[in-house]
């Protein structure tokens, strides 16, 4: 198991370095998410230049289309007729070779977007990756694009760039290594949509806060019965008989007492707080 190492200069920030399988996973999930994006594109620009040929066709030969049809199958070898269709051909290497450069801007696009406005990129953020600055500053768009260029490096010899991560005490890229930057595993953010009644990082600081107690699975099944319908579809009021029924669940359950559960914020802050940890013990049962 990875250890918590202090990698952050000048500051106190303990970091896990991202596991080689998870960072290998989290990129083909982008590459294929990109990849789906481009093969939309570029099937509708195929067409495109399709419809274009055959409407130039049309037009300089001035013939109809079920003619040009014919002529493209069986005229080859009339010199005029012939050399217009190179030219068309050369016309669509050229729009080919124009939309690869495209299509190739978009992949770095993406990843230099996502890096730098978000820390991380869909496939990322799936295994709960994100992307740091090892002198603690904020990720600048100079660092994100020195890493995504040097996957023109990278990728064609790709044993330098393996060595590199598994040999370097950061897990560091070549990229990483240009940029300042390493690529950190935070099992928090990967597991935060599993967080249903609170938000990931709000329930974490009441867990340090609140211990969490053995909770019965039969209660937890009972209390979620509760919790659901009025936290997340459909909202609805709750008699205050049954909410004092609640009271005393969370009395017995994390020591509260009846002045705290007299204000109502922390009546409802506490109230969603036992119900994701009845539902941690739901899940885990389950």
Known sequence: ?????????????????????????????????????????LLLLFLFVVAIVFVFSMIFTNVSFEATAQKLATQWQDQAFGLFHLGIILLILLAFAVMYLVLAGFIHGYFIYYEYKQNTTKGKKLFGLKL????????????????????????????PALISILATKRRQR??????????????????????LYLPADEF?????????????????????????????????DWPSLELQKYHEVLK???????????????????????????????????
């Open 252 to 286: 017995h359950y994390y020591g509260v007492t009846d002045e705290q559960l007299l204000k109502r914020d922390f009546l409802e802050q506490m109230l969603r707080f036992h119900a994701e940890n009845c539902l941690h013990v739901t899940n885990d049962q389950g």
């Open 1 to 41: 198991m990875t250890e918590s190492i202090e990698y952050i200069q000048g500051g106190s920030y303990k970091t896990v370095p991202a596991p080689f399988w998870k960072r290998t996973l989290a990129f083909i999930v982008d590459i294929s998410y990109v990849t789906l994006i481009q093969y939309i594109v």
């Open 174 to 195: 070549l990229g990483d290594l240009m940029a300042g930057t390493m690529l950190i595993y935070s099992k928090t953010d990967e597991k935060k949509d599993e967080y």
């Open 132 to 159: 740091i600055s090892i002198n603690g500053a904020p990720i600048t768009l100079k660092q994100c694009m020195i890493r995504e260029m040097m996957r023109w490096i990278e990728l064609p010899l790709i044993l």
């Open 204 to 236: 974490l600081q009441m867990k340090i806060k609140w211990t969490i107690p053995k909770i019965d699975p039969h209660d937890a099944n009972i209390f979620l019965q509760f919790a659901y319908p009025t936290y997340i579809y459909p909202k609805q």
